[in-house]
Each structure stands twice: as C-alpha cells, then as structure tokens.
DNA sequence: ACATGTGAACTGCTTCACAGCG
DNA sequence: CGCTGTGAAGCAGTTCACATGT
C-alpha cells in the first residue's frame, strides 16, 4: 500500500504532522553526517518522544524499516518528504510587508524545503514599488488578479490585527487554500481552508501560566 | 477554594492553557465595547470550540459564572489574568538582536499585557551598544552576571540555530525557568525549565500537509 | 539477537446530558 | 426558564507488549 493511499484512510491527527516535521529535520541532520541507518529509538531520543510513537507515526503511512536494523537515513528521509508534500515546490505570497515579513524571509533558510515566495505585497504607498529580498513590492489591489494568473499555493498573512480578518476573507475568495497567520486574532475560514497560526502573545502567556503555576518550594 | 489551590490539584492540558488565551482576548475586545456579560455559548462561537469546552477550561479553576445568567465579562476577564499569571509583569530578556527580536518588539503591541523587556543581548561588535527600542544592546558576555542581579522570568531566545542549545544552556544555568524559542532546532533542558518553540518552518510544513492531503476531485 | 510493525490496553481530552441554581 | 457546572460516556492519541521478519 503506498503512503498517500494510506494517508487517506484515516485522519492524521495533527501531532502526528508536527512529530513527522521534527524527524525530518533529525534525518536530514544525520543524513549530512553521513550515517546510513537510524533506529526508532535514537528518533525518539532527539525529539522527546517515545520508539513506540515514532513507529506508530510512521505506520500511519507504511513500512519503511528492516526488523533488526532500524531505518535507511536516506530512504525514510525521501519518504517523509513524499508524505509531508515537500517534494514539490510550493508558490507562497507574503501579505504585509512589516518587520515580520522581513523577519521571515531571512529565518534561517527559511524557504530552502520547497517554499518559493512568487509574491510580496502591501497597501502601503510607502511600500508599494520598494525591493524586497529579489522582489518588488506589490500593490495588494492587484492581489485578486495576481492570484488567478499566478496560482500562489500558500498564504503568509503578516498584516496589522485590525486587518487581518479581511485580508484573509479576500486570500480565501481567491482561492488560496493555505493560510499561515501572524496576526493576533482568531481567524474565521471555511473548513476547505487551512489556517494555522503563529501567535507569539499567546505563547508567552503560557510561559506566564507555567512560572506561576510550577511547585513553590516551601 | 481559590484558582491557584484547584490550579494545582491536576495538571492542566496545554489545550486547555491556549483556549484560556484565547478567551482573554475576546473578553477584552466585549470589555472594551462595554458588554456586561457573556455566555459560554459566545465565547465558544468565537474561539471555534463548543460551550461545554468553555465550561470545563473554566471550572477547573472555580465557578465563576452565574446559572441562567452567564459571566460578568470584567470579572471573568479578572480572574482569567490571575490563573494566566498576567496580574503581574514578568522581566523578559531578549537574547539574539536580530530581524525577529526586533519585529518581535513591535509586534502589535506584543508586550503590552504583563511582559517587560528588561535586556537585549547580542554577541556581535557591530550591535552591542547600539540603541535597540528604548535599550541599548548588551553584549551577551554579561548574560550570567545580569541575570544575577537583575532575575529576568523569560527568555526569548532569537539566536542562530546553531547557537541556540549552547545559549540556552547559559540561559538555564544562570536560572531562567521560562524560555520562547525561535531557533528552528529541538531543544533539550531540564524537566523544571519550560521551553516554548516558535517554528515556522514547521508550521509551513503542516501546511503543505495538508495541501497534498485534500480530497483531491474526481 | 534485534528492531520493526501493530493490535490491545490505557490515558486523557472532549462531548454529552442533565441536575442545580439564579 | 436559561445557562452554568459537572459526573459519565465517548473518542482520540499514546503506550504497551509481543509476534514478526531479517
């Protein structure tokens, strides 16, 4: 049974994905090391999980190891890209060329792994016309009649708050399936539409609910 | 009983500690627009989660609303920011100087509930004393000896990947308990540290998951 | 002998449904 | 009567443990 067949029997919960991500980054690590095999259980090690879990992760689409052995480095490497579509390159558009967006772009190879930005654009007339990292920025007037001749795969929505919810209404009206959002808020998109959010507020207030929550001595 | 005496009786879902965020938020955006109070039905509606979810989140902590009624929107707000530990201001240290850090600091009013930049370091000549958002950068040498004295609560790590695990060692060592990461690397530290990663790549990655994973028609 | 692959058991989060109370 | 608060049921994700294959 191939790996996408298999993909799409089941739901793959999200923690899955997450964990497949962190593996990928380990193979690839070990991959430039030269290694030729990996067990389950060194995975494991490095991502804070269990041999059983790693296993499980990788039965949801097939069989990729030799009992007794452990994992071909290279081969679980192609199949994990495979299954997480990054052996394709995916056309990504920037929303909102701030400080975030800037920050994105040089993020430690940030777009090496199958992302090209075909796009950046904002409503500023500051902006608009000003290179940006290879590009020129775009009035975002024009980003309905970009997106039907150029077909972007994937949003970044790094525009302020207030604005976020109806960028994202447009994004979504033409046709952009894949949304990863900076601003914020919570964001209203219907089901056939993938938004995952990168709330950095929220991650501190639960920094926040950690310190005041961990085992007072005494 | 108290919040902070039931917090502690169980240990509460990261799940749980998000949505709390996440109803923070809209209680003060109603606060804000003068609402008196508000139903678990409605907070649920905006969050995307059912209003039994709202309830449970929120009964582990005490019964703060009213049968019939719902919650008094300034009052729930109130005790939201005590359980998050938000009543107070947290000292948080940024370590990395670069485009993140700083679109960081001016992310919509990113620091706006509880958390206070005390230090920015960096360990590059070229930055350190240079002015950086009303602070002058530090040069990351002092890390240790600063710490000491002056007991920041979180650490926002926004070094190179390949420095991060070296940084964050110094960083647990001189005994910071709370760390945001946005180096895209996994990081190890100790079971009483709490570490928080921010990676985009990864997120990316979920996306073109679930891009390649859609009922494809036909 | 050793590490994978996987049903079965388990754990814990979510949803249900209704008693309780304003 | 309406909405909360919460045990109980349901479900999903994790861990266990062992049969399987090399």
Known sequence: MNSQARARLKRIAESTVRRLS??????????????????????ARRGGTTSAQVRKD?????????????????????????IMGLAQTWRVIIVGA??????????????????????????SPNKIGKPWDSHVIRDVRFLERDTAAERPDIAVLTVP?????????????????????????QLQAPPDVTVRSVNMAMELEGLSFALINRD???
């Open 58 to 82: 990788l039965s949801f689409f097939g069989s990729f190891g030799k009992r007794g052995l452990g994992y071909s480095v290279p081969e679980l490497t192609t199949r994990i890209r495979e």
């Open 98 to 123: 701030g400080k975030i967006g800037a920050a994105l772009a040089q993020y430690g190879g940030f777009f090496q792994r199958g992302f090209h930005i075909t796009a950046v654009y904002d409503n």
């Open 22 to 43: 962190l593996y990928l980054r380990f193979l690839e690590d070990f991959e430039q090391r030269g290694l030729e095999t990996i067990s389950s259980d060194e995975l």
């Open 161 to 185: 708050a207030e604005a976020a919810q109806a960028t994202l209404d447009r994004i979504v009206k033409a046709g952009i399936k894949a949304v990863l959002n900076f601003a914020p808020v």
């Open 216 to 218: 007072q001595p005494g």
